[in-house]
């Protein structure tokens, strides 16, 4: 609150001064207390606030500098101005000097002077009373502000956090999902099972290799896995006979697996883009493919993507095509069924997963390093196949390793090749 003080405290051994004083300032609206004595003024000013503090030098109970040196310790905050005459000018200046007086006036006064020393004396109390508080009020709204910053800055962390949390959920609700049907493909048919496992791992490393990003290499990885979940309405027998051996109604019921894969999961929250990549597995890349004879851009990348790795790894379990066959096998099929770009990318992605027949040994997750070649399939705790067998660890892999486990532990040894 602005500091409205006008009381101005007059001390002068001459009463005749002090009733001039009076008399001069009767007009002005200012409070004004005199006393004869410097001791008796000290008392005073002990409990009664003031602005201005005139005092004589000259006094015999002790000198104006001296009273006001002994003012300043009680009220440091009041103005002091010293009375003096031509004699003691050079004590008031020295009092100048050393700050411990504002100003000084020569006795005999002239009264327009020393109304406007007066009234300058007050303004400047108040002047620096004012500055006074504002600088105070500065540095509290500082305080204040940095408190509300830190709170603010508590709060976002928190909301971080609680996203963080319902993300992490969610994810773990989506994988759920997926590992559910996985789950459902393994008991229908054990083979079927780990041909989706091997699809998705290696669909998500072709999709890298195509430069899919983000979002868009989760979504091909879960198409991977499910590509072939409407397998499970089709009778094992239709499924286990190869193409050639179905009669055309088996044929036909067989190749309605995509459609009814698309149907399972579109209804599934979060699978809607999976549902259509799984739709269009069996498309080719010439347009001869079903169930929509869908060609070359027409077929999502992800699907062209997916129907590689499947044609991979059909050639690769078995066991009458060596391992240059099946990669020659694919070249041949660039055009036709398969996009040849993907099929450039896999050549590329395949060749590195080396067989090898070297002695394997049990390592952690800390001891994995890049250029390692995996002995055993990398699973986490909950079935999630990360890496096939043979797979050569590459720098990034190591990485995306790293994060799943945090979220799907990897429990156990891990196991490479020496
Ligand atoms: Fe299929
Ligand atoms: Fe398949």
């Known amino acids: 609150?602005?500091?409205?003080?006008?009381?101005?405290?007059?001390?002068?051994?001459?009463?005749?001064?002090?009733?001039?004083?009076?008399?001069?300032?009767?007009r002005e609206n200012y409070n004004v207390i005199t006393n004869a004595s410097p001791e008796k003024a000290l008392e005073i000013l002990k409990h009664e606030p003031v602005s201005l503090i005139i005092s004589d030098q000259r006094m015999p109970e002790m000198d104006g500098t001296e009273f006001l040196e002994k003012a300043r310790q009680i009220q440091p905050e009041a103005i002091r101005i010293i009375l003096t005459g031509y004699a003691d000018i050079s004590a008031a200046m020295a009092a100048i000097n050393q700050g411990q007086v504002y100003r000084f006036i020569t006795k005999p006064w002239n009264d327009l002077d020393l109304k406007a020393n007066i009234k300058q004396a007050i303004d400047f109390y108040h002047l620096r009373k004012e500055n006074q508080r504002l600088f105070e009020l500065t540095v509290q709204q500082n305080t204040e502000?940095?408190?509300?910053?830190?709170?603010?800055?508590?709060?976002?962390?928190?909301?971080?956090?609680?996203?963080?949390?319902?993300?992490?959920?969610?994810?773990?609700?989506?994988?759920?999902?997926?590992?559910?049907?996985?789950?459902?493909?393994?008991?229908?048919?054990?083979?079927?099972?780990?041909?989706?496992?091997?699809v998705a791992v290696l669909s998500r490393l072709l999709a890298e290799k195509c430069e899919l990003q983000g979002e868009e290499l989760d979504v091909v990885e879960a198409a991977g896995s499910l590509h072939d979940i409407g397998l499970i309405g089709i009778p094992r027998e239709i499924i286990r006979k190869k193409g050639s051996g179905r009669t055309a109604a088996e044929e036909a019921l067989y190749r309605q697996h995509p459609a009814l894969g698309y149907a399972i999961l579109n209804s599934v929250p979060k699978l809607d883009q999976v549902s259509i990549l799984v739709k269009s597995h069996h498309e080719w890349f010439d347009g001869a493919g079903y169930p929509d004879r869908l060609k070359k851009e027409e077929i999502p990348l992800g699907a062209?993507?997916?129907?590689?790795?499947?044609?991979?790894?059909?050639?690769?379990?078995?066991?009458?095509?060596?391992?240059?066959?099946?990669?020659?096998?694919?070249?041949?099929?660039?055009?036709?069924?398969?996009d040849p770009s993907v099929v450039s990318a896999a050549i590329e992605v395949f060749s590195a997963i080396k067989t090898a027949d070297r002695a394997e040994v049990a390592v952690t997750l800390a001891d994995l390093r890049p250029d390692m070649v995996l002995a055993r399939e990398l699973k986490t705790h909950t079935g999630r196949l990360l890496m096939p067998k043979d797979a050569v660890l590459k720098e990034a892999y190591l990485e995306k390793i790293k994060r799943f486990h945090e979220i799907d532990p990897i429990v156990g040894w891990i196991y490479v090749y020496r």
């Open 1 to 26: 609150m602005e500091d409205t003080t006008r009381t101005i405290l007059m001390v002068d051994d001459e009463e005749n001064i002090l009733s001039s004083l009076q008399r001069l300032l009767r």
């Open 145 to 198: 502000l940095k408190e509300l910053n830190e709170n603010l800055e508590r709060k976002v962390e928190e909301r971080t956090q609680e996203i963080a949390r319902l993300y992490k959920e969610l994810q773990s609700s989506y994988f759920k999902t997926i590992r559910i049907f996985m789950d459902l493909m393994q008991m229908y048919d054990p083979a079927l099972g780990g041909h989706a496992k091997r």
């Open 304 to 338: 062209r993507i997916i129907a590689v790795a499947d044609v991979y790894d059909h050639l690769s379990v078995r066991r009458d095509i060596s391992r240059e066959d099946v990669l020659h096998r694919l070249h041949k099929l660039a055009g036709a069924e398969l």
